[in-house]
């Protein structure tokens, strides 16, 4: 089986400079954290693949958006034909809820219907530091979307569980759907929050927090 004959599920990574989504895929691809990581210019793209028991072969495509404002205008047209969008901030920034709102409203533009808008908080580690998790839990809940705690530094909801379950549960849960575009498959929906409920991780009603 060629390049060309596999199936590529794409995860389309957005947010500000420095929140850690380099950090995060760092951790998911290479398991390891780096105190000093450069920041993308432009975009940054990663694969790994999978092969179903079937012997279809699933490309896990990752674009790493840049979060500097100069090259904010490169990510539109990688956002618009994404299965999936993770979108990351900082727990402990002083503009966390401007950052929330103003990417859900970036995304919400760009996205084909039915791409699925999973939410990162990251640095969930820095206890001290971070914003009352009741605030984004309320947050979270307005969106009604899928969103999860992570720590880049320690790995929490990033190795073994969490990102990496469920960038892999991805890769085996998409396949069908996405030799169609998005917009136009009825099956994604239903594919994604079946998936979601399964590993009963990423989900409306239970999100997993730093203890």
Same mark, same amino acid.
């Given at each position: 089986?060629?390049?060309?004959?596999?199936?590529?599920?794409? $995860?389309? #990574?957005?947010?500000? !400079? !420095?929140?850690?989504? !380099?950090?995060?895929?760092? /951790?998911?691809?290479?398991?390891?954290?780096?105190? !000093?990581?450069?920041?993308?210019?432009?975009?940054?793209?990663?694969?790994?693949?999978?092969?179903?028991?079937?012997?279809?072969?699933? /490309?896990?495509?990752? +674009?790493?958006?840049?979060?500097?404002?100069?090259? =904010?205008? @490169?990510?539109?047209?990688?956002?618009?034909?994404?299965? $999936?969008?993770?979108?990351?901030?900082?727990?402990?920034?002083?503009?966390?809820?401007?950052?929330?709102?103003? +990417?859900?409203?970036?995304?919400?533009?760009? /996205?084909?219907? %039915?791409?699925?808008? $999973?939410?990162?908080?990251?640095?969930?580690?820095?206890?001290? =530091?971070?914003?009352?998790?009741?605030?984004?839990?309320?947050?979270?809940?307005?969106?009604?979307?899928?969103?999860?705690?992570?720590?880049?530094?320690?790995?929490?909801? #990033?190795?073994?569980?969490?990102?990496?379950?469920?960038?892999?549960?991805?890769?085996?849960?998409?396949?069908?759907?996405?030799?169609?575009?998005?917009?136009?498959?009825?099956?994604?929906?239903?594919?994604? +929050?079946?998936?979601?409920?399964?590993? %009963? @991780?990423?989900?409306?009603? /239970?999100?997993?927090?730093?203890?």
């Amino acid at each position: 089986m060629t390049a060309s004959d596999a199936i590529d599920v794409k $995860v389309v #990574v957005v947010g500000d !400079s !420095s929140v850690g989504k !380099s950090a995060i895929l760092k /951790r998911f691809f290479d398991k390891k954290f780096e105190e !000093s990581t450069a920041f993308t210019i432009g975009i940054d793209f990663r694969h790994i693949s999978y092969y179903l028991d079937d012997g279809t072969k699933v /490309r896990l495509c990752v +674009w790493d958006t840049a979060g500097q404002e100069r090259f =904010r205008q @490169l990510a539109p047209s990688y956002v618009r034909d994404a299965h $999936v969008i993770l979108v990351v901030f900082d727990l402990t920034a002083p503009n966390i809820l401007e950052q929330i709102a103003r +990417w859900t409203l970036f995304v919400d533009g760009e /996205r084909e219907e %039915g791409a699925l808008i $999973v939410y990162v908080g990251n640095k969930c580690d820095l206890k001290q =530091r971070r914003h009352d998790p009741s605030i984004i839990t309320r947050m979270m809940a307005e969106y009604e979307a899928p969103y999860v705690e992570t720590s880049a530094k320690t790995g929490f909801n #990033v190795d073994e569980n969490g990102i990496s379950a469920f960038l892999n549960g991805c890769a085996h849960a998409f396949p069908q759907s996405s030799k169609m575009p998005i917009g136009t498959n009825p099956t994604l929906i239903d594919i994604k +929050w079946q998936y979601l409920a399964t590993i %009963g @991780l990423l989900s409306v009603n /239970r999100r997993r927090r730093c203890r």
